[in-house]
């Protein structure tokens, strides 16, 4: 037999054998991917209930932080109108006492005194004292 014949003779006779065995081994791949698949898609399941249960409980604090945040303001409201009525009072008193024009001079360098501390508070920390 010519050299040239056996590679041909050899992958005629090979060919039929390779696709045989893939034919048989392809119900296993199909069966071990389908496998794979499933054990993927369990994993995402129970990934998504942990995700929902989290959400559950972020929304359920959100809830709670809003409830307190609404009883906060419901409590600080008697305490504003307790404040203007006091700085009310104040001027009152002050225009009773001084006259109009010396609380009015009064309530400007208050304003003045109130406005240098606020800026003296705000200067920022030398970064060697740190």
């Not at 992958?11 to 296993?28: D, G, K, N, Y």
């Not at 009152?92 to 109130?114: D, M, N, Q, T, Y």
């Amino acid at each position: 037999m010519p050299a040239t014949l056996r590679p041909v003779l050899r992958e005629i006779i090979s060919w039929p054998i390779s696709m045989a065995r893939t034919a048989v081994e392809l119900p296993r791949a199909m069966e071990r991917s389908i496998r794979e698949a499933n054990e993927l898609m369990d994993v995402s399941r129970e990934q998504l209930e942990v995700m929902r249960r989290q959400a559950d409980q972020a929304l359920e604090q959100a809830e709670r932080m809003n409830e307190l945040l609404g009883r906060v303001v419901r409590l600080t409201e008697p305490l504003e109108r307790a404040q203007r009525g006091a700085e009310s009072v104040g001027e009152g008193l002050k225009r009773a006492i001084f006259g109009p024009e010396e609380a009015a001079r009064a309530s400007i360098e208050a304003e003045v005194i109130a406005e240098e501390r606020a800026v003296a508070d705000q200067t920022p920390i030398d970064s060697s004292e740190q």
